[in-house]
């Protein structure tokens, strides 16, 4: 059997059953005798890293220019008049873009 730690209680590998910490449930009896045993469970996945919010808005302005991008590569392409640009250019393209934006 194994087993992997959650925040409360294990998870059952093989089955993928969750079962609370409660010495009423069948489960964790047996899972506390595979500890006294020897067992070993697997540890418990590490916490998210917290998403940093605070440039929120400079995020959104960089979607919104890669959009308007995006949207005259495409017209390009359809009116049959797009060139290759360089990366160099590619990137005063966006700061063209962003620079209109609010």
Partial sequence: MAYKLLKVGVLRLIDGATIPPSLDNMDWREYQKW?????????????PVPIDLSNLDNLEKGLKALGLLF????????????????????????????????
């Avoid at 392409?77 to 609010?102: E, I, S, V």
């Fill in 35 to 47: 500890l006294a045993a020897g067992g070993v469970p697997q540890p418990a996945d590490p916490d």
């Fill in 71 to 102: 949207r005259d590569y495409t017209n390009a392409l359809q009116a049959g008049t797009h060139t290759q640009k360089t990366l160099a250019q590619l990137r005063a393209d966006f700061t063209a873009k962003w620079n209109t934006l609010p």
